[in-house]
């Protein structure tokens, strides 16, 4: 598991360090407080190629098209107030091995190339490397269903969202959709994949005919999206965007208990933000039931009044749920 990060120059960070992460994490703070840069960070020290560039401009819905047009300028936003004459260095820090990730600009008159380094503790000598011409960025595009993000605001589309759930059948993981379905709503007793035409994912309630899964509303899509990242996952690591989103607030200290639980059967860690109180409170209150199954543990990412510089700060659950019940300040908004 990652323990502790470190990130020089990227996005909104000049220089930040977190450390004591465990099987579950939650990262509050408020708007630009760079929750979601957090994340990216993270997915970067996991998965250091140039696909997951690709994978994050995606993200962030910069398209593609404007290389043509500004390919000196492709690069800018990963790197801190545009310095990109400075590299991006991010170190991950697990139990038996660090990875170091640097990210560096080389400039010519007509383009910018990236160079994308990351080596591990075990082999400090050398380091592995791509460069990535902004005009060759379209060739590293892969599916966003094959990287352990769910964002905050992009729905999966439906053929995705079949193509996972065929693969959780097949590692006879499909029962766990099910039920994180029947959180929602207790009523539906059966999922089903379908490739007529369009692939397309179908529930069934009781008494009642099948019907798309599109047709259930977007808390049902948001769970579906969020269940098979986990499921399916080949990174043991999964990274959630504003993770309240679409999800009732009674239907949350459930939904947590699902994770937690996963999270240790699957040997995964989980990494997500919110700006939602409801959802601090139901991850603080299933934190401290779970006790020593599965540790967890609260972010808040701040900004310093005088210097601007974003720090994080570490909550045990005993103080985030002090801190809450006393409104100390503690909002994830």
Not at 77 to 102: C, P, W
Not at 134 to 150: E, T, W, Y
Not at 235 to 259: A, C, P, Y
Request: aromatic share 8%; charged share 25%; with cysteine.
């Amino acid at each position: 598991m990652l323990k502790e990060i470190e990130i020089q120059n990227f996005r909104c960070f000049e220089q930040i360090k977190i450390s004591g992460f465990e099987r579950v994490n939650l990262i509050g703070g408020k708007n630009n407080a760079g929750k979601t840069a957090l994340l990216e960070a993270i997915f970067l020290n996991v998965a250091p190629d140039a696909s997951s560039l690709a994978i994050l401009r995606e993200l962030r819905r910069e398209p593609l098209e404007a290389i043509e047009y500004m390919a000196n300028r492709t690069w800018d936003n990963l790197f801190y107030a545009l310095k990109k004459d400075r590299s991006i260095v991010i170190v991950g820090k697990k139990e038996n091995k660090t990875i170091r990730v640097e990210i560096q600009v080389e400039i010519n008159s007509l383009q910018s190339s990236l160079i994308l380094k990351f080596r591990r503790q075990e082999d400090l000598s050398s380091w592995l490397s791509t460069k990535v011409p902004a005009g060759d960025l379209r060739n590293f595009r892969i599916s966003a269903s094959q990287v352990p993000i769910v964002p905050s605001f992009i729905m999966i589309s439906g053929r995705e969202l079949t193509e996972a759930y065929d693969n959780a059948r097949l590692d006879d993981k499909d029962s766990e959709v099910l039920k994180a379905f029947q959180i929602l709503d207790p009523a539906i007793e059966s999922v089903e994949s379908f490739s007529i035409g369009e692939p397309t994912l179908y529930l069934r309630r009781k008494g009642e005919k099948r019907l798309p899964l599109s047709l259930f509303g977007d808390a049902m899509n948001r769970v579906a999206h969020i269940m098979l990242k986990l499921v399916i996952n080949k990174h043991k690591i999964l990274l959630v965007d504003e993770i309240e989103n679409g999800i009732h607030h009674t239907s949350q200290r459930e939904f947590w208990r699902v994770l937690f639980r996963l999270a240790v059967e699957l040997d995964t860690q989980i990494f997500a933000t919110t700006h939602s109180l409801e959802m601090l409170q139901a991850f603080a209150e299933v934190g401290l039931e779970q006790n020593q199954e599965c540790s967890s543990a609260y972010f808040e990412l701040a900004r310093k009044l005088k210097t601007n510089q974003i720090i994080g700060s570490r909550l045990d659950l005993e103080t985030l749920s002090y801190a809450i019940e006393h409104q100390e300040g503690v909002r994830g908004e």
